[in-house]
């Protein structure tokens, strides 16, 4: 699927073993997820570790569901029997650049080829319940890697092995001790680098490091990773990142840094070659993704990760109609990374579509949506991820699912609300099939009259939805536009609030908060939160005038929205958020500045539901990866784009431009 060049002897090894299923040695299908580490460590082989090197590093398809059956208590899936790893018991990694000749490394030529047996026989091992005894349970010594019915009275080779060590110890002369000794840190401490290697007391660890002599500094080489981060975070192209490795070896030593670093960048750049194709679209260019599912595979198999959420979205920024995806591995937020970094940020984002100088429009979204295909990952992957959605603003939504404006009277993309209305109703829930039928009808019953769509029976179903074939409700496929929720609200208490307190502008210079010039002033997310963290400088500045009683009802509700941010608009989900949305819903009515507006109505209405449904907070929903991704782009895009959108002067450039972005972003 991809090409690495100059690999280390560690590297070939590695790589050869993801590549062979843990149990059976057959091919990998995917390679082991960290949610399965604690079921294999549970149930096959005790303290096992992900990159233990004598084990496969990957599961084949049927391995794979059945210790997913195992890890949640059902245990009527079979395995194969083990495949015999007593070859790979004293495994250690070659020297001198030598290739690696292991049981493992031996079997990759053969794999996959007709006619040629993996060395495992037929039989399987099942498992009858969770409470079967130790002896049913087809488990593997992690010393001498034996398959062993039970631990219980397992006489273990490898402690065979520490005894005639032992013996060896008292019988020896201690030179010959000695020169062993050497022998051994030797080989550790070339296989460990300049990072050195940890000697085992039976205590606290001992740290040895090679310290070089004639006065040498050790200095920790950069790799390939290393640069490839560099050159992720600061969008820096191939010139310039070889630019960067060139100071730095005149600075510290041609050593610090890896070889051939220009020729692993330039094999990282084809790393989709292939997978997107350009097409016209108004006479002007669109890159579109040719096969999706080789796309994520291959995402897949570069970070070694399996997704558990595929996030889509679209979006229209700096001319340029975007189609993007974000493979979340975790629900988890990893310490000490960056959030750009993270899997679910700007950037890990991978850009599926990119249409040139066309902006928003129904046909457009349709158009770019239907090229990638991406519909048959929601109908494949949504019952075995946690989840496939689609995020993105209110307006682009209502695009998707063929609905008219948010001016209408049925604005609301999830239900049929009814726009002005503030009583608690129960709201009927939109599906794409209602959408599908009420559209239909509207066609054929009125021939297409735009003056009858905002009747009962219609209820502004304009189009029929971007997605033919997907069913059920549209919640559960499309998340609130939580971004633009917190934009929308922000800005209506704030206008309100200077419309009852003008001095409030000059608040807000206080703060270093200012109105965007793009789409007539507006408010930026930081700002947002600026704003609603700044209340009691504001109570301040009103108290000092006499306008106090004026602004309180206002710092009030920014103060309860802040609230509703926090407990479920970031990462992590805080237990009493439907109490905060309630709270911030009463305060919001009572200043009774806005009864049309359909961002109140889903946060009061539907952002509840969708937490429960899918057990966890908004901010791995949101879509401001996507909103980020516009700035993000523009870096690759200036060093590739011409001064024209006619398709035959800029259809080149854009695909260069966006095959870049993504093999910098995998």
């Excluded at 080789?294 to 189609?323: A, C, Y």
């Excluded at 608690?424 to 066609?443: N, S």
Aim: aromatic content about 8%.
């Amino acid at each position: 699927m991809y090409q690495i060049l100059q690999k280390t002897e560690m590297e070939h090894h590695n790589i050869n073993r993801l590549k062979l299923c843990l149990i059976c040695v057959a091919y990998a299908k995917i390679a082991i997820p960290n949610s399965l580490t604690s079921t294999i460590e549970t149930y096959l082989i005790e303290g096992y570790q992900k990159d233990d090197p004598r084990f496969g590093g990957g599961l084949c398809q049927t391995c794979y569901h059945a210790l997913l059956g195992f890890r949640n208590g059902n245990f009527k899936n079979v395995l194969p029997e083990w495949y015999n790893y007593s070859g790979m018991a004293f495994y250690r990694y070659p020297r001198d650049k030598k290739i690696c000749t292991c049981d493992l490394c031996k079997k990759i030529p053969t794999i996959g080829q007709f006619g040629k047996s993996n060395g495992v026989k037929s039989k399987k091992i099942r498992v009858k319940s969770i409470k079967a005894s130790a002896a049913e349970l087809l488990q593997l010594c992690n010393r001498c890697l034996q398959p062993v019915s039970t631990l219980v009275g397992h006489k273990c080779q490898r402690a065979n092995t520490c005894e005639a060590a032992t013996l060896f110890k008292s019988t020896s002369s201690p030179r010959t001790i000695k020169r062993l000794a050497y022998e051994l840190i030797k080989d550790d401490l070339k296989d460990g680098g300049a990072a050195g290697m940890s000697l085992q007391t039976g205590g606290r660890p001992m740290k040895i490091q090679k310290v070089e002599t004639q006065d040498k500094v050790v200095t920790k080489q950069l790799t390939h990773k290393d640069f490839q981060e560099i050159r992720t975070f600061s969008n820096l192209s191939i010139n310039q990142t070889r630019k960067v490795a060139q100071k730095i070896r005149q600075s510290l030593g041609n050593s610090v840094v890896e070889k051939n670093l220009h020729l692993q960048i330039q094999s990282s750049n084809k790393l989709f070659d292939g997978m997107f194709a350009v097409q016209s679209f108004e006479s002007k260019p669109v890159v579109y993704c040719t096969d999706i599912l080789q796309v994520i595979e291959t995402i897949q198999m570069h970070r070694h990760e399996i997704p558990i959420l595929l996030r889509f979205g679209s979006d229209q920024g700096r001319g340029l109609l975007k189609l993007v995806l974000s493979l979340i591995d975790t629900f988890e937020r990893p310490t000490g990374r960056s959030g750009d970094f993270l899997n679910s940020g700007v950037k890990k984002c991978i850009i599926l579509g990119n249409a040139l100088g066309i902006g928003e429009s129904y046909e457009s979204i349709r158009m770019l949506i239907k090229s990638c295909e991406i519909e048959k990952i929601f109908l494949r992957y949504s019952d075995e991820l946690q989840g496939v959605i689609f995020s993105c603003d209110l307006k682009m939504t209502n695009l998707l699912l063929g609905l008219g404006s948010h001016s209408s009277k049925y604005p609301c993309p999830f239900c049929n609300w009814i726009i002005g209305s503030i009583e608690a109703g129960i709201w009927i829930p939109r599906t794409f099939e209602d959408i599908r039928k009420r559209h239909a009808q509207w066609l054929e019953e009125t021939g297409g009259d735009a003056s009858k769509l905002k009747s009962e029976k219609y209820q502004n179903c304009k189009q029929f939805p971007v997605f033919e074939e997907m069913t059920g409700p549209v919640l559960d496929h499309i998340a609130p536009s939580s971004l633009h929720l917190m934009l929308g609200l922000t800005d209506r208490l704030y206008r309100a609030l200077e419309s009852s307190y003008p001095p409030a502008r000059n608040w807000l210079k206080t703060i270093n908060v200012d109105f965007q010039p793009q789409h007539g002033g507006q408010l930026a997310g930081n700002q947002c939160r600026t704003i609603m963290k700044s209340t009691k400088s504001l109570k301040e500045h009103a108290l000092l005038d006499g306008s106090l009683e004026v602004v309180q009802p206002f710092a009030d509700a920014l103060l309860a929205l802040n609230d509703v941010v926090v407990a479920c608009f970031g990462l992590v989900l805080l237990d009493d958020y439907e109490e905060k949305i309630n709270k911030f819903s009463r305060l919001f009515l009572q200043l009774e500045i806005s009864t049309r507006m359909t961002k109140f109505h889903i946060l009061q209405h539907h952002v509840v539901p969708f937490i429960q449904a899918k057990g966890r907070s908004l901010g791995w929903y949101n879509e401001s990866t996507l909103e980020s991704a516009h700035f993000d782009f523009c870096t690759f895009w200036n060093r590739h784009k011409v001064n024209s959108t006619e398709y035959d002067r800029a259809k080149d450039p854009l695909l260069k431009a966006v095959l870049e972005y993504n093999a910098a972003h995998i």
